[in-house]
């Protein structure tokens, strides 16, 4: 799995201690209506596309941004859906990481579905009703709260 730089030289300084970083999520519809999943190499999970924000990089150029680079597709954001907070999640390598994940609802534009990177087995679109297993829980969450049409962003309240 590649790691963004400036996690590299967190990394170098507190080892695999838990760090606090930022993430974004896109659930990617077509036009008709499926939406685009990746079987992530790390765990063989199925999941929404997601990643970690550059320094500085806005959201949701991030959520467009992650998408060209695993699946080859190319998105525009439809609207902000979700914000929440992971539970720690502990890499294969001993990394534990937590984030404050912003998840955004894309429009497929372009492209053509495909592994584009090394951090996917496979990517594939489906159908809302007939999702693949596993799918990770985040990734139920974002698909639910995306797909619901609510204008608003969903957000835990407690």
């Not at 991030?62 to 907070?85: N, W």
């Not at 990394?95 to 584009?116: E, K, N, Q, S, T």
Request: net charge negative.
């Amino acid at each position: 799995m590649p790691i963004p730089e400036f996690v590299a030289q967190l990394r170098s300084h507190v080892g695999t201690a838990p760090l606090w970083l930022p993430g974004v999520s896109a659930v990617v519809v077509d036009d008709d209506g499926r939406v685009l999943l990746t079987r992530r190499a790390d765990n063989g999970m199925w999941a929404v596309v997601s990643g970690i924000l550059e320094p500085g990089e806005e959201p949701a150029v991030a959520a467009v941004r992650e998408v060209g680079e695993e699946t080859g597709i190319d998105a525009e954001v439809v609207r902000l859906t979700s914000v929440d907070v992971t539970a720690p999640i502990t890499y294969p390598n001993g990394d534990v990481a937590r984030y404050l994940d912003v998840c955004f609802l894309l429009r497929a534009v372009g492209g053509r579905a495909r592994v584009a990177d090394d951090e996917n087995l496979e990517v594939a679109w489906f159908a809302p009703g007939a999702l693949p297993e596993p799918l990770t829980d985040t990734s139920r969450l974002r698909l639910e709260k995306a797909l619901e049409g609510r204008a608003e962003a969903w957000f835990r309240r407690d």
